[in-house]
């Protein structure tokens, strides 16, 4: 909605009040940006440069549609969902207008930043997304997009029409395609398969919380608290023993002569333990109150409740999450993990450092990492942690066939990457279709000084889930991101696995 300052306050207040969706696909978002921000009279506003004027706003609309219909692709799009709107065209096609009347040449850097930094990057909080933002801009506000027959995102679907009217942008916008296709916005085919299976996660999600909760499934058959009693003695006696530092390797906890410290890894490794030791009985705890409660010897309480139903419907409980590690696999699933991931702490623990460490099942792998830098700090020539960060070697290992550690860092296995895939000639590629994840080999994590990646290695961010999104810390980044991993990138320029949405990830959702 737009401002009006003639409309009564006291209707607004008293009032229902709606709010519309901007539509879907890029043809209609078009269709409505014309009809509401981009008029004639807009068109008219830049007199010195009409034509270059012309080119670039209706850039800026198809930019504007591209970016919202996106938000589809869920994390493959933008890790946070923003809410883009029409002031947003508006008032960076007012600043294109007055930049171009005001200075004698284009000022591309100029109208990039305010467009991209301000005018929209304003919205933008997660530095990934915004980087996505700006590698798109750059396809619309660039001199090649006011040559005659520019393909915006180098698609021959999206050919720059011919300078005209407002009319003739309206009737050239009717001849765009219905349906969009995954390039359009610089991204693989898969991607439609990504949108089509949330848009069935979220039907499924629906259907489950408005089930009836029926005592019985029937004659003959089990009640739900026989169901939900018989999973908790499944979870119970898999569940694996508290860690025991009792156990432990001695060698690992050897504090150093002159400092009295323990090595780092060993302070990260007792840090993991009591963040297992403390998950663990916390679901012993609820258990045994859940089942307490089903057989009425205390009261059944709300949070319990809920541990219920999500007993019944294959769930992580609230009351685990709480306490648990980042995660979106189903409760079978989550339990195999969990038992997986103590099983690699006790293996630590007792034999320990590994020959490779699997990050992902870590509580804090970001830690993990720090406790890394500053072993290799108090090494040698003593650097400042601050002068260190990590280069990267991928390598053809696998864990299964891996005999010794590495001269120098570690070795880091069970990654996943999401948006494209890894070729033996050392290089990223394009996913094979339907292939919607890829099993990296193991990656060394080396600390360097004063490390510069290349120029044509692709930042690739690590990620714990594929949500990707999380609490915005303070260090500026979102608690779901772990490092970024410098990946040799021969075939394509970086932008173009930016736009694809390429990520690794510590886990599946499965």
């Known amino acids: 909605s737009m401002p009006a300052s003639y409309f009564p306050v006291s209707v607004l207040q008293n009032g229902i009040k709606l709010t519309t969706e901007p539509p879907r696909g890029i043809k209609a978002n078009m269709k409505r940006s014309f009809e509401t921000v981009i008029t004639q009279s807009v068109l008219d506003s830049c007199e010195k440069n009409a034509k270059v004027f012309h080119r670039l706003v209706f ?32 008032t960076s096609s007012k600043v294109l207008s007055k930049l171009l009347e005001e200075q004698d040449s284009i000022p591309w850097d100029a109208m990039l930043f305010v467009t991209g930094n301000i005018n929209y990057g304003g919205r933008v ?49 009717e001849g765009l395609p219905q349906n969009d296709d995954p390039e359009l916005f610089g991204m693989h085919e898969n991607a439609n398969i990504t949108f089509q299976t949330q848009e ?48 432990g390797n001695k060698e690992i906890f050897v504090r150093n002569e002159l400092t009295g410290l323990l090595p780092s890894m060993t302070t990260v490794l007792k840090q993991e333990i009591e963040k297992f030791n403390n998950l663990l009985t916390n679901i ?3 258990l045994d109150q859940l089942q307490k409660a089903i057989l009425g010897f205390v009261s059944m309480s709300q949070d319990l409740d809920r ?28 339990n195999k993990d969990l038992v997986e991931r103590v099983a690699f702490i006790n293996e630590w623990l007792k034999e320990g450092n590994p020959n490779a460490f699997w990050l992902s099942g870590l509580f804090f792998p970001q830690g993990f990492l720090t406790g890394l830098l500053q072993t290799f700090a108090r090494q040698g020539d003593k650097i400042a942690i601050d002068e260190l960060s990590f280069s990267f070697k991928i390598t053809d290992l696998q864990k299964e066939t891996l005999t010794g550690r590495p001269s ?20 990223l590629i394009d996913q ?26 692709y ?37 173009y696995w930016i736009l694809r949405g390429a990520a690794l990830l510590c886990q599946l959702n499965d």
Not at 322 to 334: G, M, T
């Open 432 to 457: 094979s279709s339907g292939e919607m994840y890829f099993k990296m080999p193991i990656i060394q994590f080396i600390p360097t000084k004063d490390y510069k990646p290349k120029d044509t290695d």
């Open 59 to 90: 850039g800026l609309s198809l930019f504007h549609a591209i970016i919202q219909e996106r938000r589809k692709f869920g994390p493959l799009g933008w890790n946070i969902r923003y809410e883009f709107n029409d002031s947003d065209l508006e």
């Open 284 to 286: 012993r705890y609820t």
């Open 307 to 334: 541990m219920y139903y999500s007993l019944m419907n294959n769930q992580v409980p609230k009351l685990w999450e709480k306490v648990a590690y980042l995660s979106l696999k189903p409760l079978s699933s989550w």
């Open 408 to 427: 120098v860092g570690v070795f880091i296995y069970g990654l996943f990457m999401e948006g494209a895939s890894w070729d033996r000639k050392k290089t």
């Open 459 to 495: 930042r690739c961010p690590l990620y714990k889930t594929s949500t990707r999104a999380g609490v915005l810390s303070t260090t500026g980044q979102s608690t779901n991101f772990i490092v970024a991993v410098d990946i040799p990138s021969n075939e394509f320029p970086p932008e």
């Open 200 to 247: 069935s996660e979220k039907m499924i999600s629906t259907i489950l919380s408005i089930q009836p909760r029926l005592a019985s499934s029937g004659a003959g058959g089990k009640s739900n608290d026989d169901l939900v009693v018989e999973k908790i003695e499944s979870i119970l006696s898999g569940l694996p023993e508290d860690i025991d530092l009792e156990t």
């Open 125 to 173: 909080t997660d530095d990934w997304d915004r980087r996505c933002l700006i590698a798109i801009l750059r396809k619309f506000i660039t001199p090649d997009a006011i040559e005659d027959k520019f393909l915006f995102m180098d698609s021959e679907t999206l050919v720059s029409p011919n300078f005209g009217t407002w009319a003739d942008y309206v009737q050239y916008i």
